[in-house]
T-cell receptor
Framework: AQSVTQPDIHITVSEGASLELRCNYS??????LFWYVQSPGQGLQLLLK??????LVQGIKGFEAEFKRSQSSFNLRKPSVHWSDAAEYFC????????????FGQGTTLQVKP | GAGVSQSPSNKVTEKGKDVELRCDPI?????LYWYRQRLGQGLEFLIY????????KSGLPSDRFSAERTGESVSTLTIQRTQQEDSAVYLC???????????????FGDGTRLSIL
């Protein structure tokens, strides 16, 4: 079955430190890949997406993600975290083809220490 | 409108009552999706619409759940005879075309927080 795994439930980093959030997926073909961020009481905001082409994609708020086919991974990175980045982050997969379904990971909660 | 709009933002109801949740997608978006987010969990897909038809209803948990979309715009998710396990945030999203057919990311509303007493 198709699935998305975010191994880290909670991550705490110091402000200004680098960040990497992990995402692995299980799917036979290359899916479409997304990272979303959710602040408390809010909906999800799209950070970045991968459909094809360059495996390193840039997103909003200084985030980037790298698609690695051999590892079935799509990890999210940011070189220097700001306090306002504290939120919950979701990785999602859309199987290519005739479907609109997004399959989400369980989410990673990011806490930023001053 | 500028974004996906959902109403009400919060709904508290008694077990056994019916509830209707509304979603207004971004203007021009032909695809509309419903998801459920239980406390501390990721999002579970419920159903999506392409235009007024629903090609994939596979995520609806039971026959108490139904959804419709009229005029390629507003959608309503209805839960009949609510149970306590229905308590969750219900999120709606829309996209210009169906995500799986092309590079069409989904844009989400702020959700409806449903609490069943």
């Amino acid at each position: 079955a198709q699935s998305v795994t975010q191994p880290d439930i909670h991550i705490t980093v110091s402000e200004g430190a680098s960040l990497e959030l992990r995402c692995n997926y299980s799917y036979g073909a290359t899916p479409y890949l997304f990272w979303y961020v959710q602040s408390p009481g809010q909906g999800l905001q799209l950070l970045l997406k991968y459909f094809s082409g360059d495996t390193l994609v840039q997103g909003i708020k200084g985030f980037e993600a790298e698609f690695k086919r051999s590892q079935s991974s799509f990890n999210l990175r940011k070189p220097s975290v700001h306090w306002s980045d504290a939120a919950e982050y979701f990785c999602a997969v859309a199987p290519s083809g005739n479907t609109g379904k997004l399959i989400f990971g369980q989410g990673t909660t990011l806490q930023v220490k001053p | 409108g500028a974004g996906v709009s959902q109403s009400p933002s919060n709904k508290v109801t008694e077990k056994g009552k019916d509830v209707e949740l509304r979603c207004d997608p971004i203007s021009g978006h032909t695809a509309l999706y419903w998801y459920r987010q239980r406390l501390g969990q990721g999002l579970e897909f419920l159903i999506y619409f392409q235009g007024n038809s629903a090609p994939d209803k596979s995520g609806l948990p039971s026959d108490r759940f139904s959804a419709e979309r009229t005029g390629e715009s507003v959608s309503t998710l209805t839960i009949q005879r609510t149970q306590q396990e229905d308590s969750a945030v219900y999120l709606c999203a829309s996209s210009f075309g169906v995500t799986g057919r092309g590079n069409q990311p989904q844009h989400f509303g702020d959700g409806t927080r449903l609490s069943i007493l």
